[in-house]
């Protein structure tokens, strides 16, 4: 009875620890204690697993309007050859949401030229990731790093690192990754929120009127063009 | 265990009907499937909460952690249902409930452990784990003791509690 006891619990406790590799709370708590894991979309790996995974998600003639990353999610939006945008999304718990904006982009408001598929799939992910770890590493009370694709009449124009903590850093990459400007360390008014930075991003891109994507985007130019 | 049990058996079925005797055999044996059943039961009931319970879900609460209703079932039906019908069926032997014990403890405790430092973590505290899984865990190196030294020295006792019991 004892080892029959022993050797059923035995194959119960693996069967659970198999289930709970892959629960929410386990990912949750994973990523919040190494936001650069394995599991990560601030991975190299894992970084570049998920841009491909959105790439290829998308439709002919559709072009990349903005890429953000977190540890825990990877959005993207873009617009198509008939000028219908869409937002896809997708979390490390695995699934893809796709929204589709109803309007076509001449009624709304401001849209940046879309980055061909190609470009992206070329970007160096591992050196912007690295240029993240490294921010997220001297940022004190360091929560999320985010990682925010710039981009700029149809061009990539670099990355806007943020990193959210008791102070809030903000970097700026070339597209290569390299280091370019270090912002707004200690001036949370400059960051605001994750959602609030794609949809800033956006905009940003087109109208160029921010200091920060002004920045970015004066120096991405001279090193991508 | 088995011996044990097959010795006993051997003396009581010759001296009884043989339905009865294949009855009362099969329900020992069924007894005691049902308390070695508690241990994964009780291992599953502890892992999952072990993870996380929130103070209130389900109705108007936020939903509850996935797994964690059928936790608390198979806790509940290994302590509430498994080993009461366990011990009854395999009769008044100590050496076998005591088993069975062993086995629910010793899986609650696995359960919390596996929890906690198998299966990748959630947390990291770990006092109240450690405590959890020291006196559960001590609870079942008793009782599993306990139950190997009555079943080797419970053994004519047994066979004479069945000759009392059993003969008409």
């Known amino acids: ?225 | 265990m088995s011996d044990t049990t097959t010795h006993a058996d051997g003396a009581t079925l010759d001296r009884l009907p043989r339905p009865i005797a294949r009855l009362l055999g099969a329900a020992r044996v069924t007894g005691a499937v049902l308390l070695v059943a508690t241990g994964p039961l009780a291992a599953w009931g502890t892992f999952v909460p072990a993870r996380g319970m929130p103070g209130e879900c389900g109705g108007d609460a936020p939903p509850c952690p996935p797994g964690s209703m059928s936790a608390i079932l198979a806790l509940m039906v290994a302590w509430f249902v498994l080993l009461p019908v366990g011990a009854l069926l395999v009769g008044r032997r100590p050496a076998p409930i005591l088993a069975g014990v062993a086995v629910l403890t010793g899986g609650m405790a696995a359960g919390v452990l596996a929890s906690r430092y198998i299966a990748d973590p959630v947390t990291h505290a770990t006092r109240t784990t450690w405590w959890f899984v020291a006196i559960l865990g001590t609870a079942s190196v008793v009782c599993a003791a306990a139950a190997i030294v009555l079943a080797g020295r419970g053994r004519h006792a047994a066979i004479a509690d069945d000759r009392a019991s059993c003969r008409p």
Do not use: C, N, Y
């Open chain 1, 1 to 225: 009875m004892l080892t029959t006891g022993a050797v059923s619990i035995s194959a119960t406790v693996a069967f659970a620890s198999g289930w709970a590799h892959d629960q929410p709370r386990t990912i949750a708590f994973a990523l919040a204690d190494e936001p650069f894991g394995e599991r990560s979309f601030l991975h190299p790996d894992g970084a570049r697993r998920v841009v491909d995974g959105l790439l290829d998600a998308l439709r002919d003639r559709e072009g990349v309007t903005s890429l953000f990353l977190e540890p825990s999610a990877a959005s993207m939006r873009v617009i198509g050859g008939d000028r219908l945008r869409r937002s896809l999304r997708t979390t490390v718990g695995g699934g893809l949401e796709t929204f589709e904006f109803r309007t076509p982009s001449h009624l709304a408001v401001r849209h940046p030229d879309p980055v061909p598929v190609a470009a992206v799939r070329r970007l160096d992910l591992a050196a912007a990731v690295a240029a993240t770890r490294r921010a997220w590493e001297r940022t004190p009370g360091r929560r999320v790093p985010t990682l925010l694709l710039e981009l700029r009449d149809g061009r990539i124009a670099g990355w806007k690192v943020e990193v959210f903590g008791d102070e809030t850093t903000e970097v700026l990459l070339d597209p290569s990754g390299d280091e370019v400007d270090r912002l707004g360390a200690g001036t949370p008014g400059t960051a605001g929120r994750p959602g609030a930075a794609i949809a800033s991003g956006t905009a940003v891109g087109a109208s160029g009127d921010d200091h920060a994507s002004g920045t970015a985007v004066g120096v991405g130019h001279g090193s991508a063009g």
